[in-house]
């Protein structure tokens, strides 16, 4: 008995070993055998989808720790397809090596390709178990292949630029904030509510390097999703109040008087923003109660010296940016402050009573008031004293 123990106890042993190894020798993959995917593009021109695929060179990203720096390589390979699974279907001929989508970090979509529907793109990603949901996901007016190709500063690589780790710029300059996969999927599933998409373009102006243009990734406007159509496309210029309104904003700099050359640049940090219904009546009418600390950074010749005058041009400055923002929203039948969301998620019956509710909210009287109660803390100087506890509501 006992050596027939021993017996089935080595057999046991056995079949674990053969089991792990076997499973080790098929499933396990040398890293340089594989492609990296980085980021994904998605386009449609002339009846077809175009994907691409951004590969970087991870070998040229560890030399550029070295005493001599390399500039890294970018691979974009581009695919034609009914739909987005055959435009990739064609890149994997000419892979060399398998792909591998796990470490996808940024999604790219064009505005045409918006135009014929989200649906099918998201699905065709979700469905798929390597791509992971937490791509950062943007909408670009211009050729992919350019978004794609450019690179960050100092022979960096594109990893190190806004495509792949937007949260760096807006943690400084809040205006669009940036978006992943598994939120913009959620927020679509919610009845009534707009997503903002933050649109990529090249800024081919700014900078240079040994007076040659150095084209670099810019956040240029935004693009507007409801029930996965698109709405609109919003540039930069007209979504200045965008930043008051948005849940996540950090910091915003603002001068005041607005376009003056005596002015104050003042930076605002955390605004918090909430909607107030307070009537429905003929049709839904909202406040805005906006509360938020600033600061000052500069001043020329000594304008708005006196604190609450300066606190007071804020404001009007602030409340002259929301209320172009909600024009803007009209014009383009845009609903950028999500009010029917706000409708449906906090007063169902209203929302019930007037769905579709669309046109009901882009009444000229639809904002009824913007209160703002803003703090302004201190002067950015050693020079002057901190300015505390002089809170002043409009």
Not at 112 to 130: C, M, N, P, T
Request: glycine letters at 6%; one cysteine or more; hydrophobic letters at 35%.
């Amino acid at each position: 008995m006992r050596e027939l123990n021993s017996k089935l106890r080595y057999s046991l042993v056995m079949i674990v070993i053969l089991l792990f190894s076997s499973g080790c020798a098929s499933d396990v993959k040398d890293i340089e055998k594989l492609n990296y995917a980085s980021a994904l593009g998605v386009d449609y021109k002339d009846g077809k989808f175009h994907g691409y695929i951004q590969f970087i060179d991870f070998q040229s990203i560890a030399k550029a720790t070295e005493s001599k720096k390399q500039t890294a390589k970018v691979w974009v390979g581009e695919g034609v397809g009914n739909s987005l699974e055959e435009s990739l279907f064609s890149l994997y001929q000419t892979a060399q090596e398998r792909i591998y989508w796990g470490h996808l970090t940024s999604i790219v979509v064009s505005e045409a390709a918006f135009k014929q529907g989200f649906g099918e793109i998201y699905d065709s990603i979700a469905r798929y178990h390597e791509f992971r949901l937490t791509s950062w996901v943007f909408g670009t007016r211009e050729p992919m292949r350019d978004i794609l190709s450019t690179g960050g500063f100092l022979g960096q690589s594109p990893l190190s630029t806004i495509l792949h780790e937007p949260e760096g710029t807006y943690a400084q300059n809040s205006f669009i904030k940036p978006i992943k996969l598994h939120r913009l999927l959620g927020e679509l599933n919610e009845p009534g509510y707009t997503s903002c998409i933050p649109v990529l373009a090249l800024n081919k102006k700014q900078w240079k390097e040994k007076n040659k243009i150095e084209p670099k990734l810019m956040i240029d406007g935004a693009i507007f999703l409801k029930n996965e159509v698109l709405q609109s496309y919003i540039p930069l210029k007209k979504l200045s109040g965008l930043r008051w309104i948005q849940q996540g904003t950090i910091r915003a700099g603002i001068s005041v008087p607005k376009n003056s050359p005596e002015s104050v640049q003042v930076v605002v940090e955390n605004p918090k923003s909430k909607l107030k219904l307070v009537s429905t009546e003929d049709k839904p009418k909202y406040n805005i109660d906006l509360k938020a600390k600033g600061y000052i950074v500069s001043r020329t010749k000594k304008s708005l010296s006196e604190l609450h005058p300066l606190m007071d041009e804020t404001k009007k400055a602030i409340e002259q940016e929301i209320v172009e923002l909600f024009r803007t929203g009209r014009d383009t039948h845009t609903d950028i402050f999500n009010l029917e969301h706000n409708l449906y998620r906090h007063h169902y019956r209203q929302w019930k009573a007037i769905s579709p509710a669309k046109e009901q909210l882009y009444s000229e009287n639809t904002i009824n008031e913007v209160k703002i109660d803003l703090n302004i803390v201190h002067s950015s100087s050693e020079k002057f004293p901190d300015i505390k506890n002089q809170s002043h509501s409009k």
